[in-house]
């Protein structure tokens, strides 16, 4: 069947009646949507969580709170579906405008006034109708300004007749009736869809004026009706959108900075050494005529190899992508390169090869990602064609998009989990994405960039808490273990001055008074005055029972007495110690006191039953340096750097872990994997081993961008090669 037309429009939607100046400038207005929306419904879901979670702490009924509970967690499981139908669904509508050529597509649900009558409308539906409209109503009217400034300039655009507000393809109506319809997935009751819409009005809809703002600041200096309606007040932007817009700013800054001039530089080495290394190849005899390829050509050959790509002919290597590429041109595949090709495309052609190759070789990538990136060369190799700048900014739409996915590749690890909302499953989208409709048009790019990243930030984010609450628990393990083994230590040298204790002061300490100094030294410290109080304590509770014989100490005992059950009491109050057992011990300790104050022997234990009574067993154990393990191994164990990703060989198999978190008191270190779960606790010493057996692997500069690690490495390996110096 022949094809409508032949122009592609930037936006992804073939309309031959625009030009291409307003093909242009919609494509460059679609960018600006696409990058803000998600970035508007993230800042929403956050928000949500917490709103939520505060609703049903308040909630005056059980019911009321198990249905916020629930809520919530649906909306964390349905955020993803959500976010996507949304964003998605808002654009959709927006090609079909300019498709159309500017025809007005209202919203099939633009709310109850179009469904034929509110007789037909159920209570539910109703209610959120009305709040629906009760959102777009305001939102027209706070952005009239902006509005009618838009509304005239699309008009202008397509030379259609004048849009309204519910005809204007990105207008309150469209964007609150889409995200209706978007948490219409969401297993929710009325209220608390209500209290959603309410949220949406508050983090999404007060913000969109920023948008409006953008997209006629946009037209404005595109020419589009430059002197209409200029404003003077400018809307606010909302948090998450002045975030990325900083970064933005910072990565323009970077990219027309001295990053760029040294990625010239890089890239203007590594063809000086690709022209070295040619001219010291052996000739093949007398040089034979080879048909010269313009750039088009080469094009539309490479458009071809995409195709059998997208089909899962992934070709293995660079010398099979000049085979297809001569098969395609009619050429020798050994005349594929600077004998048919101009320099620069040559160069380009030989320099992505040199890249695919790097990562095929890269060990910080696992086997499958390489096998899946693999499939981006031809994609590269044309976007590097149509864009030369692709080797001088390091922040090229295409550059960005392989550094995101193979970042993301470097903590993933081959566990069958392949599913499409899996990591490997997004990667895997994206990539088919590129390789199936990539063209001519860069921004695809920056599009599929932004989609993955937005659920790699969301994945990351998730893995952090998780990462930090494993991290908290972990230390706070530890910080349980030393208070104990400082208590511990403590009673034991004070004890062993003693020949022998009595029954409630044995009990006291073992069951009571050990746990009052474990939470002091984890409150205040071992520094600390209360510290050293509540260890006088201790001291003063055994002098207290020792038999009194002198006046003069009968009398120090009963002035001391009154201060050391409060501060008994005191103690054992902040542990929230039972307080019948509380009158227990005292009624017992004071028959202890009755009988010292008399001179009356005491009964006791003897001190070693004692001390093995109260004290326990030392929970943290230093390990002692083995001499088994040679100094090199345990020097890099112990260089070893928390967030160093680290890939384990076990039982013929593979882990990847990331070290997050390394004891200064046990040198205990914890593993975590890409989802921020504990997976493995090593102490140093056995650390040190796995490096020894050669069982570990650190992914070494796994922060590092990809392209950058290549392009240097291309670097290095072509000096050795050819031997000779450049102009870097």
């Known amino acids: 069947m022949p094809k409508e037309d032949n122009i592609v429009s930037l936006t992804g939607v073939r309309n031959s009646s625009l030009g291409p100046q307003v093909r242009a400038i919609v494509a460059d207005s679609r960018a600006v949507i696409g990058q803000t929306l998600p970035v508007l419904v993230e800042g929403l879901f956050e928000q949500l969580d917490d709103a939520m979670y505060h609703l049903a702490e308040k909630s005056g009924s059980d019911a009321l709170q198990t249905s916020y509970f629930h809520t919530m967690r649906e909306l964390r499981k349905a955020k993803d579906a959500i976010s996507t139908r949304f964003s998605s669904q808002v654009l959709l509508h927006f090609d079909r405008f300019w498709s159309s050529g500017g025809t007005a597509q209202r919203s099939a649900s633009s709310g109850f006034a179009e469904s034929g009558g509110l007789e037909l409308v159920g209570e539910a539906q109703l209610e959120e109708s009305l709040a629906i409209s009760n959102i777009i109503s305001k939102a027209e009217n706070r952005y009239h300004r902006e509005l009618f400034a838009l509304n005239h300039r699309y008009s202008h655009l397509t030379g259609g007749d004048e849009l309204t507000s519910v005809d204007n393809p990105i207008g309150p109506a469209v964007l ?5 319809e978007a948490i219409s997935v969401l297993d929710a009751d009325v209220p608390m869809k209500l209290v959603i819409f309410k949220l949406f009005d508050r983090h999404v809809i007060a913000y969109v004026g920023g948008l409006y703002d953008e997209l006629n600041d946009l037209l404005q200096k595109a020419g589009v009706l430059p002197k209409l309606n200029p404003m003077i007040k400018r809307n606010p932007v909302a948090p998450a ?9 910072a990565d323009s800054a970077d990219d027309d900075g001295e990053v760029d001039q040294a990625q010239t530089r890089l890239f203007n080495s590594l063809t000086e050494l690709l022209a070295a290394q040619r001219a010291t190849m052996p000739s093949s005899g007398s040089p034979v005529a080879v048909r010269q390829v313009d750039q088009g050509e080469l094009l539309a050959a490479l458009n071809a190899v995409q195709q059998t790509v997208a089909g899962g002919q992934l070709p293995r290597s660079p010398e099979e992508v000049k085979e297809r590429l001569g098969q395609q041109l009619g050429l020798d595949p050994a005349a594929v390169g600077v004998h048919s090709l101009g320099t620069a495309d040559a160069d380009t052609l030989d320099v992505i090869s040199m890249l695919f190759d790097f990562l095929v070789e890269d060990r910080n990538l696992p086997d499958a990602m390489k096998v899946l990136l693999g499939r981006l060369q031809i ?54 994405r590129i390789t199936e409709e990539f063209d001519s048009d860069i921004s695809l790019f920056t599009e599929v960039e932004a989609e993955f990243k937005a659920f790699y930030k969301r994945e990351s984010h998730g893995a952090e808490l998780v990462e930090k609450r494993v991290c908290r628990v972990n230390e706070g393990k530890e910080q349980l273990a030393q208070a104990r083994k400082a208590v511990n230590a403590l009673m034991r040298d004070k004890l062993m001055m003693r020949e022998g204790v009595p029954v409630v002061v044995r009990n006291m300490l073992r069951d009571a008074w050990k746990d009052v100094m474990v939470l002091v030294y984890l409150k205040n410290g071992p520094d600390s005055a209360k510290w050293d109080a509540t260890a006088a304590l201790v001291d003063q509770l055994l002098w207290s029972v020792e038999p009194k014989r002198e006046p003069q100490e009968r009398k120090q005992l009963l002035d001391a007495i009154p201060s050391l059950l409060k501060g008994l009491r005191e103690g054992l109050n902040e542990i929230s110690f039972d307080q019948h057992r509380i009158a227990r011990l005292f009624k017992e300790l004071q028959e202890c006191h009755v009988a010292c104050l008399k001179a009356n022997p005491v009964a006791t234990l003897p001190i070693e039953q004692v001390k093995d009574d109260v004290v326990d067993e030392d929970t943290l154990i230093v390990e002692e340096p083995s001499e088994d393990i040679e100094e090199s191994a345990r020097q890099q164990a112990e260089s070893l750097d928390v967030g160093t990703w680290i890939e384990f060989q076990k039982d013929g198999g593979s882990q990847r872990l990331k070290l997050s978190w390394k004891s200064r008191v046990s040198n205990n270190c914890l593993f975590v994997n890409r989802k921020g779960v504990k997976a493995l606790e090593l102490t140093l010493q056995e650390l040190a081993q796995a490096f020894q057996d050669g069982s570990v692997m650190v992914l070494a500069e796994a922060g590092k961008p990809l392209m950058d690690r290549a392009m240097n490495a291309m670097l290095s390996s072509l000096k050795k090669h050819t031997g000779g110096s450049t102009s870097d």
Do not use: C
């Open 241 to 249: 959108v002045e975030k990325r817009q900083r970064v933005e700013a």
């Open 379 to 432: 994609p590269m190799l044309k976007a590097a064609i149509l864009d030369r700048s692709f080797f001088s900014k390091r922040h090229h739409p295409a550059r960005l998009l392989l550094n995101e996915l193979a970042q993301a590749a470097v903590g993933w690890s081959d566990d069958g989990e392949r599913g499409p909302d899996s990591l490997y499953g997004r990667m895997e989208a994206a990539v088919e």
């Open 176 to 180: 609150s009736n889409t995200f209706q």
